[in-house]
T-cell receptor, first 117, second 116 residues
Framework: EAGVAQSPRYKIIEKRQSVAFWCNPISGHATLYWYQQILGQGPKLLIQFQNNGVVDDSQLPKDRFSAERLKGVDSTLKIQPAKLEDSAVYLC???????????????FGPGTRLTVL | AQSVTQLGSHVSVSEGALVLLRCNYSSSVPPYLFWYVQYPNQGLQLLLKYTTGATLVKGINGFEAEFKKSETSFHLTKPSAHMSDAAEYFCAVSKRPHFGNEKLTFGTGTRLTIIP
């Protein structure tokens, strides 16, 4: 089974520029997550989608970050304009929504490493 | 609110020695607990998880962890380290599904180095 795909793998931009990341989750996974992992820290959830609806975006800096999952499959995360402190790895994860009380394991993509100069 | 504290940002052990990575959690409700491993330039891979039942859980690659409610700990161990175990390890906590969504809250990670 194919895993979570992300592109690009690496991106270098200057501050105040815009950037977009793409994620294709595992086929059939209803839930999709975007995490930000700053060097030396653990991943931090930015936004969680269930199908094409937002479940949690409480830690998304909405003045500059946006995300969408229009058809309930792949997703894009955008930063506009970027700041130096946005340099990080952006991880996408997906999970199968079993609709039960069982834990739904999250599967992670390889991430996009963003450097803002 | 939930949180995770990983003691020791860097741990070095000799090949063949015991690996012990420490994790303490804070949660107002019974949590689910996880250990993830991250190899360079790769995403996170689930090593093991505690949800319910037996408090000693076994994972992949010979790792295991024990949930100790009285100590609010979930330390990761492996009896004999291999060179291939060198990686970054993250402890994480989430709420049980009926307490809310399953957002993972991660610790800051422990980088494990294996000395030949």
């Amino acid at each position: 089974e194919a895993g979570v795909a992300q592109s690009p793998r690496y991106k270098i931009i200057e501050k105040r520029q815009s950037v977009a990341f793409w994620c294709n989750p595992i086929s059939g996974h209803a839930t999709l997550y975007w995490y930000q992992q700053i060097l030396g820290q653990g991943p931090k959830l930015l936004i969680q989608f269930q199908n094409n609806g937002v479940v949690d975006d409480s830690q998304l800096p909405k003045d500059r970050f946006s995300a969408e999952r229009l058809k309930g499959v792949d997703s894009t995360l955008k930063i506009q304009p970027a700041k130096l402190e946005d340099s990080a790895v952006y991880l996408c994860a997906s999970s199968l929504d079993t609709g039960t009380s069982k834990h739904n394991e999250q599967f992670f993509g390889p991430g996009t490493r963003l450097t803002v100069l | 609110a939930q949180s995770v504290t990983q003691l020791g940002s860097h741990v070095s052990v000799s090949e063949g020695a015991l690996v012990l990575l420490r994790c303490n959690y804070s949660s107002s409700v019974p949590p689910y607990l996880f250990w993830y491993v991250q190899y360079p330039n790769q995403g996170l891979q689930l090593l093991l998880k505690y949800t319910t039942g037996a408090t000693l859980v076994k994972g992949i690659n010979g790792f295991e962890a024990e949930f100790k409610k009285s100590e609010t700990s979930f330390h990761l161990t492996k009896p004999s380290a291999h060179m291939s175990d060198a990686a970054e390890y993250f402890c994480a906590v989430s709420k049980r599904p009926h307490f809310g969504n399953e957002k993972l809250t991660f610790g800051t990670g422990t980088r494990l180095t294996i000395i030949p």
